[in-house]
């Protein structure tokens, strides 16, 4: 079961990070939500077998993130009003 748990948090991370690198502020931020909601949905799963097939559906998700944030690279765009906004100094 640990090794299953280590398993799904690194995929997790693997995940966050990947949809992070996505220029569009739209794609990465659906991304991100829909990523958590499907997490925090499918995190009392306790059977072996099908959380081996969510963790493969991660990784194929996983797969099609990072092909879509590279193509998304390829094409740039200029970035939204809300994206160039500075931080404010604390």
């Known amino acids: ?27 990465r931020t659906y991304t991100l939500r829909r990523m958590r909601d499907a997490f925090r949905e499918n995190k009392n799963v306790r059977d072996p077998v099908e959380i081996q097939t969510l963790v493969n559906k991660a990784k194929r ?22 994206e160039n906004q500075e931080k404010p100094k604390t």
């Open 1 to 27: 079961m640990a090794s299953s748990r280590a398993q799904v948090l690194d995929l997790y991370r693997a995940m966050l990070r990947e949809s992070k690198r996505f220029n569009a502020c739209n794609y």
């Open 61 to 82: 998700d996983l797969e099609m993130i990072h092909r879509q944030a590279h193509i998304g690279q390829l094409d740039s765009t200029t970035k939204l009003i809300i």
